[in-house]
Structures are given as structure tokens and as C-alpha cells.
């Protein structure tokens, strides 16, 4: 089927209390996995890309393996901007055909994140297309994204924020970080059920590679719907990819490496969507 947007993938989590996995693509072999992984358990499925892997190989790049994979799946897929830094990077991914866009303006002041992600909404919802904004700051490094220690949500700006924006979801900071935790990362679930109790659209994670399922599954019953993991499927792709290498030295056929890479991914993929409960949740 053709890519779809994620508003109803994530109303529909929400009603069904489960979420629905995004997950970071670097190459045709992760799009391939992660639809195939999908496909496989019958989920609805968020492929996403950040600014710096558009930058990589450009928006149209990656769009047209999305749509080949939705195409020929029979799972709902949605192609997010993940992190878009710019009401410029916004517009160019969804003049291209993206179904789901994020406007991070989590690094400005309340106001100006007010502003930028509205001026967002307006433009796409003409289109239909789905917004997610982010408030707090989600930290760690991830690319050229840096989070710096992070700020957490604040639940009656977040309600604020939400009023005078009109966006489709919402990040939230509540202790995650993006790219490889140091120690066990600490979560303020309780701050996460004082959003919930105030705003009524689907939440989002960040920053969920290194998290412990079981915290995964405590923020998707208070109101988490789309599960964010990047970090750990560059490394199971990074893996597969040295395996093949490490054992032999003579292997010159991309094919042969990247295979593996893909395999390990969709080994993840597969894991994260029954974290997330979403198998057999596709219509
Ligand atoms: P991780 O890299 O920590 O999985 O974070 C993913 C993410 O939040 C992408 O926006």
C-alpha cells in the first residue's frame, strides 16, 4: 500500500494502549528490515530519518525506498522527519511527499517553540500531514543534534503548548537521552502521567535505544503511543556488517556484509514492536 501519514497509526495506539516503534533508517538494507520485521508481526510501522542522514544522501533518497517498501507491504507505513531543525528542513521534507513531520524547537525559548512549530502546523495541515513538536530537552548527542543536559517537561506548559500550537504529537523529556547511555537511565515516569492527565494527544519518546523494556512498557501506560530507537539498530547493522568482515578479510561484495546487517536489524526491530505491543495491530 502507499505510505500512510501517522495520525491515525497513533490515535488508534492510543485508544489500543500500546505504541508504535519509529525507527532511524541509514540505508535501503535498515528500510528493508524494519518493514520486513513489521510485516513479519503484522504491525504498523514509522520509518524516520534525521536531518543529518538527509543531509547524507538527500530527502528523495530515502523517501523513494520508503514508498517501494510500503508499497509492497502489507502493513501501514508512515516516512517521519525525526528531529526537523528548521522550518526550511520541514517544508523540503513535506513538499517532497514525507507523511509525518517533526519540527524540534526544543532549543529555543517557550515562545519561539511556540512560534516555529505552529508556523509548521499551519502549512501541513492543509496537506493533512501529521505534526510532532518536542518540549523539554531530550539529551544526549545523537548526529548533529545535542540535547545538552536536558530540561524536563513542564506538564501545564506542555498543555500551553499544545492549545497554541494545534501539533498532532508531542516529545517529552522525562530523563531519556539520545545515543548510548553511560549507567541505567532514570526516568521521571511520575511527570509522565501529570502530562498525560493534561494533554490528550499521543506522546512520544526519545531517546529509547539502552532503555529497559519494562520502563518502556511503564511510559506506554501512561500515555506513550510512538517509541523512538535509533542508536541500538546503527549498531546491530554495524555488527552484522564487521561479523562478515572480521571473518573474512577477502569479502569485497557490499551484498554479502550488508545482508547480515540487515538481518540483525529486523531481529531487533521484530523485539521492539512486541516491547511496544503493536503486532497484530495492523488494519
Ligand atoms: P536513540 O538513538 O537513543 O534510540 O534515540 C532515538 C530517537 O529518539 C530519535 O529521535
Known sequence: MALVTTKQMLLDAQKGNYAVG?????????????????????????????????????????????KVA?????????????????????????????????????????EENIRITKSVVDVCKCAKIPVEAELGKVGGKE????????????????????????????????????????????????????????????????????VPDETVTKCIERGICKVNYATDLRIAFSKGVKEVLDKDHDVIDPKKYNAVGREYVKEYVKSKIIVCKSDEKAK
Open 22 to 66: 519509529a525507527f532511524n533508517v541509514e540505508n535501503m538494507e535498515m528500510v528493508m528490515a524494519v518493514v520486513s520485521a513489521a510485516e513479519e508481526l503484522n504491525s504498523p510501522v514509522i520509518l524516520q530519518t534525521t536531518p543529518s542522514t538527509v543531509k547524507y544522501a538527500d530527502l528523495e533518497y530515502f523517501l523513494a525506498n520508503a
Open 70 to 110: 510500503a508499497q509492497n507491504a502489507s502493513v501501514p507505513v508512515a516516512m517521519h522527519l525525526d528531529h526537523g531543525s528548521s522550518f526550511e528542513l520541514a517544508m523540503s521534507a513535506f513538499r517532497a511527499g514525507y507523511t509525518s513531520i517533526m519540527i524540534d524547537g526544543s532549543h529555543s525559548e517557550f
Open 143 to 210: 548526529d548533529d543534534l545535542d540535547g545538552g543536559d536536558g530540561g524536563y517537561t513542564d506538564p501545564q506548559e506542555a498543555l500551553e503548548f499544545v492549545q497554541k500550537t494545534g501539533v498532532d504529537s508531542l516529545a517529552v523529556a522525562i530523563g531519556t537521552a539520545h545515543g548510548v547511555y553511560k549507567g541505567e537511565p532514570k526516568l521521571d515516569i511520575d511527570r509522565l502521567a501529570e502530562i498525560r492527565k493534561v494533554v490528550d494527544i499521543p506522546l512520544v519518546l526519545h531517546g529509547t535505544s539502552g
